[in-house]
């Protein structure tokens, strides 16, 4: 766009100094143009002379080039924006100068989720709907965790692409398998990654940003962070992993108060009271429960409950609790059988994240 901009001023100065001093001005440049002058002043003879010819002249010019400049940098600025919204999907990614500000990846997010909910059946728009705000919402959870913990501007920068893109497989994996369920379909992390790599998304970035960003995504649903994570992949692991958390409770604490869940969220479970073995096990003794033991919906009620084993930032945990998820969730508790022993566990962490 500003090659655009530097073009349409250098053809903007040729008209004006065509029309203002005729064609043999063109080859002769500055000084030429003081010339000029000077034989004018020496033919004129007097300052009067050369007000009264000169400046209502100069006016007009003014105003003439000032008139032609602007539309000509409208224009050429309106061409140029065109230019990159119209581009074809393959080679979005791929726009120097673009790529490495955030609204150009906004841009590209909403560009490459439309297809997925444009002209769909109404429950699939309702799903693609929910990754969609849920990606936009992580996206803001982790600029407020990453500002809580002061990052630097790049920081927030790589914590906000990966917020955005940390669910990008989910709208090719409900297009594909009509499912959010990981077990029955692909994992959502590994095709994300794979998008992501496909579309060039992040080419315009340095090699150790966007590989901090690819572990990130692909790593956001795994049981565990790799131990080998040090520095800024392992924060950004954890960010990641703290506000999709956040979030998610927040979508099922916003559907509890709304008097109930839906079988798209809760993943088709079956509903039970009951609390299967290996989850109940796993949750006392302090571990994140596994998604694979995860039998009915109250099994995934106490794995949610067990991701506060896995909150990395107080700041997090503050907001978790703060906005009543914790409660919600052991309200939801109170159908279910022995859930003493869950209810002790939840005090207990409660009260060790005190101190
Ligand atoms: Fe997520």
């Given at each position: 766009?500003?090659?655009?901009?530097?073009?349409?001023?250098?053809?903007?100065?040729?008209?004006?100094?065509?029309?203002?001093?005729?064609?043999?001005?063109?080859?002769?440049?500055?000084?030429?143009?003081?010339?000029?002058?000077?034989?004018?002043?020496?033919?004129?003879?007097?300052?009067?002379?050369?007000?009264?010819?000169?400046?209502?002249?100069?006016?007009?010019?003014?105003?003439?080039?000032?008139?032609?400049?602007?539309?000509?940098?409208?224009?050429?600025?309106?061409?140029?924006?065109?230019?990159?919204?119209?581009?074809?999907?393959?080679?979005?990614?791929?726009?120097?100068?673009?790529?490495?500000?955030?609204?150009?990846?906004?841009?590209?997010?909403?560009?490459?989720?439309?297809?997925?909910?444009?002209?769909?059946?109404?429950?699939?728009?309702?799903?693609?709907?929910?990754?969609?705000?849920?990606?936009?919402r992580v996206r803001r959870e982790i600029v407020t965790i990453g500002k809580g913990i002061g990052l630097g501007a790049n920081d927030l920068f790589l914590a906000e692409l990966i917020g955005l893109f940390h669910d990008i497989g989910r709208f090719e994996q409900f297009h594909l398998f009509h499912t959010f369920v990981d077990n029955?379909?692909?994992?959502?992390?590994?095709?994300?990654?794979?998008?992501?790599?496909?579309?060039g998304l992040l080419g315009d970035l340095p090699d150790r940003d966007a590989s901090i960003v690819l572990d990130a995504i692909y790593y956001h649903n795994k049981l565990a962070i790799p131990s080998h994570f040090k520095g800024l992949r392992l924060l950004m692991s954890r960010l990641i992993r703290d506000a999709d958390k956040l979030d998610i409770l927040r979508v099922f604490h916003s559907l509890y108060e709304k008097g109930g869940g839906c079988a798209t969220v809760n993943l088709d479970l079956p509903d039970s009271p009951a609390i299967s073995r290996d989850v109940r096990e796993d949750f006392l003794a302090g571990r994140v429960v596994d998604f694979k033991n995860v039998r009915s919906t109250t099994d995934f009620l106490v794995m949610r409950l067990s991701w506060l084993y896995d909150i990395y930032f107080p700041l997090t945990f503050k907001m978790i609790r703060d906005r009543g998820y914790i409660a919600s969730m052991e309200d939801q508790l109170s159908q279910v059988c022995g859930k003493e022993e869950i209810c002790n566990k939840v005090r207990q962490i409660l009260s060790d994240e005190d101190r």
């Open positions: 766009m500003y090659a655009n901009l530097l073009r349409a001023l250098a053809l903007s100065r040729q008209f004006f100094c065509l029309w203002a001093h005729g064609p043999s001005f063109q080859s002769g440049g500055v000084a030429q143009l003081g010339e000029r002058h000077v034989r004018n002043v020496e033919a004129a003879g007097s300052i009067p002379a050369i007000s009264t010819i000169m400046i209502p002249r100069l006016c007009i010019q003014c105003v003439c080039f000032s008139w032609f400049f602007g539309f000509i940098a409208i224009r050429e600025s309106f061409l140029s924006i065109r230019g990159v919204w119209n581009r074809p999907r393959d080679e979005v990614g791929r726009v120097p100068g673009h790529t490495t500000s955030i609204q150009w990846f906004h841009s590209w997010f909403g560009r490459y989720v439309r297809p997925f909910w444009r002209d769909r059946k109404a429950e699939e728009v309702y799903a693609i709907s929910l990754k969609i705000i849920h990606s936009q029955s379909s692909v994992d959502h992390a590994l095709l994300g990654r794979q998008v992501i790599e496909r579309e």
